[in-house]
């Protein structure tokens, strides 16, 4: 299933969205350690994702984690 990002998003989201899909219900502190990026630019990111309906969150804040829809 491909997911369309528009161009200007550029590698990084590409790479979140590829590590949530190999890992549903991934957290933000393990796509922070495997994208290797400040964990704010990580989180600015994500929440990027949730704005544009590529993925989102299922759970409580302490085990909850990321999906794609």
Do not use: D, F, W
């Not at 998003?9 to 979140?16: C, D, Q, V």
Request: hydrophobic share 40%; proline share 6%; charged share 20%.
């Amino acid at each position: 299933m491909v997911i369309p990002i528009p161009e200007k998003t550029g590698g990084e989201l590409n790479s979140i969205v590829a590590i949530i899909k190999q890992n549903p219900g991934i957290q933000a502190k393990t796509i922070v350690k495997l994208v290797g990026r400040p964990q704010k630019t990580v989180e600015k990111q994500i929440q990027r994702l949730i704005a544009q309906s590529i993925i989102h969150r299922l759970g409580s804040k302490k085990t909850g984690g990321y999906h794609l829809l």
